[in-house]
């Protein structure tokens, strides 16, 4: 257990909606990742960060936005929501030399 | 472009019938090669990390294997508790972004 939680665990929200997503740690980790899993795409990566205010974009940011304003969390906003953005959200941290990463229980975001 | 694939996309085995799980990749530079167990509605749960051509690892009756292009994950005498699905990721860079693959979701029956 790295000591992740994720807030909300489920959300249904509406088109156009903002939505925030918050993933908190306890450990003091520096990297910090936000991944979305969808069927016969696997995890990819949305946006990282490797310290407060320091955050950078992965292979599916377009839409989403994201924040650390603390060490120990990490938030990542949809601007206006879109169908398109139904996922389950995981957040994860790096520890070790190799960076491996350990995963939270994941938000499960539906958008009607 | 770079890639992981995993194979075969669904298993089903019988407990005690041993079997293994393909990783396969196409990264250049690779700097680590990662396994992940996920249950149903749950977040991935970190297994292994190999980081160079012939390394091995165990965990109880899993055992994970590594070549230049590609990973095992052997299951051996597997119990019901052993479904999941497993996931391969290989990490190319040196801030730890992962690239996954699809899963491979193994299915145990009594």
């Known amino acids: 257990d790295a000591g992740i939680t994720q807030s909300p665990r489920h959300k249904v929200t509406e088109t156009g909606t903002p939505v925030t997503l918050r993933c908190h740690q306890t450990e003091n980790h520096r990297y910090m990742y936000w991944y979305r899993q969808d069927p016969g795409h696997g995890l990819r990566l949305i946006h990282y960060?490797?310290?407060?205010?320091?955050?950078d974009k992965g292979e599916v940011s377009d839409g989403y936005s994201v924040s650390r304003s603390k060490t120990e969390d990490f938030l990542l906003t949809l601007e206006s929501a879109t169908s398109s953005q139904t996922s389950v959200y995981f957040c994860?941290?790096?520890?070790?030399?190799?960076?491996?990463?350990?995963f939270g229980p994941g938000t499960r975001l539906t958008v009607t | 472009e770079d890639q992981v694939t995993q194979s075969p996309e669904a298993l089903r085995l019988q407990e005690g019938e041993s079997s293994s799980l393909n990783c396969s990749y196409t990264?250049?530079?690779?700097?680590?090669l990662f396994w992940y167990r996920q249950d149903p509605g749950k977040g991935p749960e970190f297994l292994f990390t190999?980081?160079?051509a012939g390394e091995e690892k165990e965990k109880e009756r899993l055992k994970a294997t590594l070549t230049k292009k590609e990973s095992f994950l052997h299951i051996t005498a597997p119990k019901p508790e052993d479904s999941a699905t497993y996931l391969c990721?290989?990490?190319?860079?040196?801030?730890?972004?992962?690239?996954f693959g699809a899963g491979t979701q193994v299915v145990v029956t009594p």
């Open positions: 990721a290989v990490q190319f860079t040196s801030w730890g972004k992962l690239q």
């Open positions: 990264v250049s530079g690779l700097r680590g």
């Open positions: 994860a941290i790096a520890t070790g030399a190799l960076y491996e990463q350990y």
């Open positions: 960060s490797y310290g407060v205010k320091d955050t």
């Open positions: 190999l980081y160079s």
